[in-house]
Structures are given as structure tokens and as C-alpha cells.
């Protein structure tokens, strides 16, 4: 896979600063996804980084917010080419460069003008500029065209994007749309175990409908699992994607493989795959958590979900409830048993499913009366703004989603960004001295040029 370097200019790492966990989230998206990456921080880099190890080349610099070039002192010029000069050695040899703020900031002015100049230089690389707030004010050094073809500027919403373009003084074909990563996974720390059985079985992330139903293995036709799959099987006719985890806990293993292929068949039956869209827990890792998974990792996994169908005959209490609810499930419930909406406060969604107490006799098939509860429910998660919401993010933010829709599409396309101009010319004019040409002492001859900057500073607008 490709070479991709990050750049920042952290001199520590701050997990209260957003923009840690953004850099922390894609660097471990991009290695998940098989590619090498290196992140860049300052040389005076100080701490940990979180579990990464980042190389710290970056010449560090007192930070002046610049408003605009006129401004630049003889100090920053010379950091700019220092920065330059370590660009290009530590780059080469990279495909993709994922900046951070760089022509953006103020603060980081020398930082942009040291990537016009090492631009050149490394021909092959195509940059990535992300840009973390909305431009104003049109600073006279961003003018994304002057970097060449092999740059783009990275905005995390479509909304915004014409305005960001326009700031720069380019078009909407200059910037890319990449939002940002808020996978579960990493947002709340998730053990290593739920990461791997969530690789195994990618639905629990990405199906329209999810629900993990913790349950005892001698007492699965108690808990309604039968009907919870027919639930299921019917959501699945209605063109929704599916996932249903029965985290089983089995001591004796008496009928255990009898039991286990029943209810899979049960699966196949109603139309959902045993093994992707039906997962009993105990065949993951076999035989490491044949007889039930730690509580955390069901706790990982429910919050996954966005449903929690318990049509169970008989219960005490029912700790499943409250743990559901707790995670944002959808709460679906068994009527016909009192103290079901005893203990959810009478504000989940009964149906009723019958009960050691209360016998339902109903004319005509259970299964089409399945179907009907299927589409009742699915109409109460419509109209639920929460569940949706909830929804939407997993399958939206999840490292996977980003790397696959946004990420891989766009490094696979800067291939066709073209390549910078023989005469090199985007460069700044830094001289040596601290006087360019004549006319102007502190604006680049280059940027003045292109621009029409009057000599004493910056674009109004």
C-alpha cells in the first residue's frame, strides 16, 4: 500500500484538543487499512502521543498570527526554509502528504510558505490540506491555485465548501469533502475483543438494524428468540439490512450443538444468514467464549445496537432492559407482561407477545402478526430522531465508512491531478537577504505578482 505522511506541529499531545483525536483517528484508519503512515510533529515534541509514534523533524518556531505576508518577519523567512529543507528530505519517497492547518493558520504561515517551496521538489507527492474552521477574512496567502495541480484542500462539510473554495481563491474542484471519523470503537475505548468480533462480523457496524440480545443457552425459547428472528427476517423483506447477536452463556454443554444448529436453521428460514446477519457469540474465537462473553464486551457491542426486541415469556426484573435502554436502544417489549412496563416506567413500545400470565389467542397466523409488529416497529424508529441520528453515525463515522467512501476514492483519483510546471515558478521569492526585489520589502515578488497586492498588505473582502 501507499506512504502517507502527517503533518501537524504539535509540540504535545492534548487529548482535550479536538484535533488530537481527529489525527489520532486517522492515522489509525489509514494503518487499519493497510497503508504505511508516519506522523509528523515538531522537534521539540514533548510526552506521549497517545499510542503513536510520531517523528518529531519539525522545526519548532515562536508562533506570531500573522494576518498577512507583509508582515512576515526575516526570522520566519529563514524558518520557512528550514522547514522546506526538512520537508524535502523527510518526504521523499511518500505518495501522500495529510496536512493539518498548514496554509491555513496564521500561526502557521511559515509553515505554508515552506510547503511552496519544497513543493517542487517532490514532484510525485499530492497534498491533502485539511482545513479545521471556516476561512474569513481572505488572508492574501491563500490562494490554493499558487501550490499547483497536486494540492487539495480537505473541508470536513459539503455545506460549507464553495465558501472555503472561494477563500482560497479557487473553485469547488480544488476542494475534497472528507468528514471527519467518530467511530465507536476508539470514542469509547472499546476492548480489543469487541474490535475483533465486530471485524468478524462488520454488521454489528453496518447494518440498518441491530440488536444484541443477551441470553442464557437452556433458556432461548423463553426469551423469544424464535420470535425475534421472525421479527428480523421480516425487517429484512422490507429492503432493511440486519444484524442479530444472541450473546449466549452456556455452563453445561448438554445439547449445546443440537441447540445451536436449531436456531440457525430458524435463521435460514426466515431468509437471514446464519454467521453475518445471526451471530450467537459463542462461535467467536470457539471455544474462548463458549460459555458467555465478559460483560463489557456485551455492554460494547449493545451500544452498537439501535434496537432491543424482548418479547421473553417470563422475567423477575429483566437486567437486559435498563442495560439496553441505557445504551440508546430502541426499546421493544413484551405487553402481556406486567412488570415489563413496570421496570421500563411504561415508555418503551409493548406488543403483546404473550406471557406465563396473560395467554394470547390469536386468529389467523402468528407469523403474518410478526410481520405487522416488524412494521409497526419500523415505523416508531422512523419517526424516533434519536434512533436515526444514532444510526446514521455509526454507519456514517465509522473508520471503515470514511476510509471507503471518502478516503480511498480521493487518493485513488489524485492521480489524475496533473503534475506542477517545469519552470517551478510557484515558489516564493525568500531571498537570502531579507530584501526581495525592488518595490517591496516584504511581500513575495511570486505571490504580489499573482495577486495584485498593493505594498501595503493584505486583500479586504
Request: glycine share 6%; net charge negative; proline share 6%.
Amino acid at each position: 500500500m501507499s506512504k502517507i505522511a502527517v503533518l501537524t506541529n504539535f509540540a504535545s499531545w492534548n487529548p482535550g484538543y479536538s484535533l488530537s483525536g481527529i489525527v489520532r483517528d486517522q492515522v489509525l484508519m489509514l494503518e487499519r487499512h493497510g497503508h504505511e503512515v508516519v506522523l509528523f510533529v515538531q522537534e521539540d515534541f514533548s510526552g506521549d502521543a497517545d499510542g503513536l509514534t510520531p517523528r518529531a523533524v519539525i522545526p519548532a518556531l515562536k508562533l506570531i498570527d500573522y494576518k498577512s505576508v507583509a508582515d512576515l518577519t526575516p526570522e520566519h523567512k529563514m524558518a520557512a526554509r528550514r522547514i522546506a529543507e526538512v520537508l524535502k528530505t523527510e518526504l521523499a519517497g511518500f505518495d501522500y502528504v495529510l496536512a493539518h492547518d498548514w496554509i491555513f493558520l496564521g500561526h502557521n504561515l511559515p509553515h505554508a510558505l515552506a510547503v511552496r517551496i519544497a513543493s517542487p521538489e517532490l514532484p510525485d507527492v499530492r497534498w491533502l490540506h485539511w482545513i479545521h474552521s471556516i476561512p474569513s477574512g481572505r488572508r492574501d496567502w491563500w490562494l490554493i491555485k499558487d501550490y499547483g495541480p497536486n494540492h487539495k484542500i480537505v473541508f470536513p462539510n459539503r455545506a460549507d465548501a464553495l465558501r472555503v473554495a472561494e477563500q482560497f481563491r479557487g473553485g469547488l474542484e480544488d476542494v475534497r469533502v472528507i468528514p471527519h471519523i467518530k467511530d465507536l470503537r476508539t470514542w469509547f475505548d472499546f476492548h480489543e475483543d469487541t474490535r475483533a468480533f465486530i471485524d468478524e462480523y462488520p454488521a454489528v457496524m453496518q447494518a440498518d438494524i441491530v440488536q444484541v440480545l443477551p441470553a442464557s443457552q437452556d433458556r432461548l425459547e423463553y426469551k423469544r428468540v424464535p420470535e425475534v428472528i421472525k421479527i428480523f427476517g421480516a425487517f429484512k423483506r422490507l429492503g432493511l439490512s440486519v444484524c442479530l447477536v444472541v450473546a449466549n452463556q452456556w455452563a453445561t454443554r448438554t445439547t449445546y450443538l443440537q441447540d445451536m444448529n436449531q436456531y440457525k436453521d430458524m435463521a435460514r428460514a426466515a431468509g437471514i444468514e446464519p454467521g453475518r446477519e445471526f451471530v450467537f457469540t459463542s462461535d467467536f474465537d470457539y471455544p474462548r467464549f463458549e460459555i458467555g462473553v465478559p460483560r463489557r464486551m456485551v455492554r460494547e457491542l449493545m451500544q452498537c445496537a439501535n434496537l432491543f426486541c424482548f418479547p421473553t415469556h417470563h422475567e423477575s426484573f429483566g437486567l437486559v432492559v435498563p442495560e439496553a435502554a441505557l445504551a440508546g436502544c430502541f426499546l421493544v417489549l413484551n405487553g402481556s407482561l406486567p412488570m415489563q412496563r413496570e421496570i421500563s416506567g411504561s415508555l418503551a413500545n409493548y406488543h403483546d407477545f404473550g406471557s406465563y400470565c396473560h395467554q394470547v389467542h390469536r386468529e389467523g397466523d402468528d407469523d403474518a402478526w410478526l410481520d405487522q409488529v416488524a412494521m409497526i416497529i419500523f415505523g416508531r424508529m422512523r419517526r424516533n430522531e434519536s434512533i436515526l441520528t444514532r444510526t446514521f453515525c455509526r454507519q456514517t463515522y465509522n473508520y471503515d465508512a470514511v476510509y471507503f467512501e471518502h478516503y480511498r476514492p480521493v487518493l485513488a483519483e489524485s492521480a489524475t491531478w496533473g503534475a506542477l510546471p517545469a519552470d517551478r515558478s510557484l515558489a516564493p521569492t525568500l531571498s537570502q537577504g531579507e530584501r526581495p526585489e525592488k518595490g517591496n520589502d516584504k511581500i513575495p515578488l511570486s505571490l504580489r505578482e499573482r495577486t495584485g497586492l498593493p505594498a501595503s498588505g493584505g486583500v479586504r473582502g
